[in-house]
Structure formats: structure tokens, C-alpha cells
């Protein structure tokens, strides 16, 4: 704690830490909702692309269909966890603005460095 804190600061702090803890908690329960229903979807398009590949005339157009939307949930499941870590790093960086980057702490005594 800084000499120039009071007792006050550090608690609005914390208060303002936990309601952005919550927000974030709130958002990322949404997130990781979505990101398990599209990997659900995935697997049924797996599924689909195995059915599609055991048939012994299977259609081009089937497959390829299937690849690509194999490929965008792919892509879009990556969009989302990467989403994810980004609104909790800024999230982080908005809410003690005058605090140092991590990079300039010691981390041997988790504060600043002389």
C-alpha cells in the first residue's frame, strides 16, 4: 500500500475490483456457453464428415460444405477464447490505470521496482 492511500481508497478499490471481477465473471460464463455449444456443433460435424467419407460414393459437395463449416467453428472458437483473455486484460489495465505493467514490478516482492 502507498503512504498516500487511505483506508477508503483501498476499499473503493477493492469494491471497484470486485464488480469488475463479477462483470467479467458474468461475461465469461456467456462466452465459455457459447464456446462449448459450438464445439458441441463441431463434433456433430465431424460426426457428419465421417458419415459423409464411409460412403463409398460420397458427394464433393457434401464434404467440402462440411470442411468449411468445420473450419469457420474452428476459427470462430479461437475468436472467442482469444476474446476472452483480451476483456480480462483490459479489464485489469482500466481498472488500476496508475499502477505500473507487470513487465516493471519485481516480481520477488510483487511491488515497484526502485
Known sequence: MKSNESVLDVFLLGLKTWLAEMG????????RFE???L????EQEYATLGR???QPRGRKEDKDLC???ISFLKEEI?????ELVQDREARMSRLRPDSDPPDKR?????GDLP
Open 78 to 82: 479461437e475468436t472467442l477464447k482469444a
Open 67 to 69: 470442411l468449411g463449416q
Open 106 to 110: 519485481d516480481p520477488d516482492t510483487k
Open 35 to 37: 464456446i462449448g455449444r
Open 24 to 31: 467479467w465473471l458474468s461475461r465469461s460464463v456467456l462466452a
Open 39 to 42: 464445439e458441441k456443433e463441431l
Open 52 to 54: 459423409i467419407a464411409e
